[in-house]
């Protein structure tokens, strides 16, 4: 695994790999690795003849005033350690310094790209978020030249943005690989922020999957969506220790919510704040039609 700091540095591997013949494939992460980020760089490793670049970036411009951008766990020399002990590590590790991806500074107005999308569910909490994260992607697209890149399906809204802007403003010229949810032995979603979990966050976390499986089961066996997410949301809620921002289910397609009478593929989105700690996750099931 070579390591790489600069886009000048990065440019000689990309131009080699290329002259080799390979498929360039990036992992955007902000470090921090856990097993899930381990996972995208499996699926990346499942590309015929893949050049796996992994990125690890800290993105300030995806962290609001007073969010965790200063507390965010950075640890680049155990992820080092522990990405070159796999069997099939990353090419290349990139870990551009903030003044190479923001050579205009970091007040410097970002190219909006989110709409309206970027003000609903994680946008809420999170204003400028999604901006930020599409602005720090479409640059690593930009200086790799990615053929595929490798998205956790844990990250629902930005996994969404990304497509679209790929769409947009790509030409559909990258292929995404859409990696499912790597999870605790008790379903809670794997996450660099869980290390923030008091013993009493961290006891309540699993509730989040248990929630969104029962309003799955409950749906499937023909209950109102609206009755219940309602239901849950009582669960889920429980000040002052959680506090449920959202539970939620939108059309895969479209990320719009859904009515009581939509059939198709739906995405049940949920974010709780435990003991400070943010935590969002989601799965994806099919609503039939009524029989
Ligand atoms: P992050 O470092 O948290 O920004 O995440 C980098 C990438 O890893 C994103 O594509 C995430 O969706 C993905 N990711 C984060 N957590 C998980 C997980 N538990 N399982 C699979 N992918 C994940």
Do not use: C
């Amino acid at each position: 695994m070579k390591l790489v700091e600069t886009v000048a540095a990065l440019e000689v591997e990309l131009d080699a790999a290329r002259a080799a013949g390979k498929t360039i494939v990036l992992v955007p992460t902000m470090g921090a690795l856990h097993e899930g980020h381990l996972s995208l760089i499996e699926e990346a490793n499942q590309v015929a003849d893949a050049f796996v670049v992994m990125s690890i970036f800290v993105n300030p411009t995806q962290f609001g005033k007073g969010e965790d951008f200063e507390r965010y766990p950075r640890t680049l020399a155990t992820d080092i350690e522990v990405l070159s002990k796999l069997a099939q590590a990353p090419a290349v590790l990139f870990t551009p310094a903030v003044e190479e991806v923001y050579p205009a500074g970091l007040d410097a107005p970002l190219k909006p790209r989110a709409g309206a999308l970027g003000s609903v569910f994680e946008g809420i909490a999170r204003p400028g978020h999604f901006e930020g994260m599409l602005n720090v992607v479409s640059w690593f697209f930009e200086v790799t030249k990615p053929e595929v890149a490798v998205f956790g399906a844990k990250d629902a809204q930005q996994l969404f943005l990304i497509k679209r802007m790929i769409h947009r403003e790509f030409n559909d010229s990258i292929a995404i690989i859409e990696a499912r949810t790597v999870r605790e032995e008790d379903y809670l979603a794997k996450s660099s922020r869980n290390r923030f979990l008091s013993p009493e966050a961290r006891a309540y976390a699993p509730n989040l999957f248990a929630s969104m499986i029962q309003v799955q089961e409950e749906i499937i066996e023909g209950e109102l969506p609206t009755v219940a997410l309602a239901k849950a949301r009582t669960i889920l809620d429980r000040p002052p220790l959680a506090k449920l921002d959202y539970l939620a289910l939108v059309d895969k397609s479209t990320f719009s919510p859904i009515s009581d009478e939509f059939s198709g593929e739906a995405q049940l989105l949920v974010a709780v704040v435990v003991d400070g700690v943010r935590l969002i996750d989601n799965i994806t099931f099919y609503i039939q039609e009524p029989a």
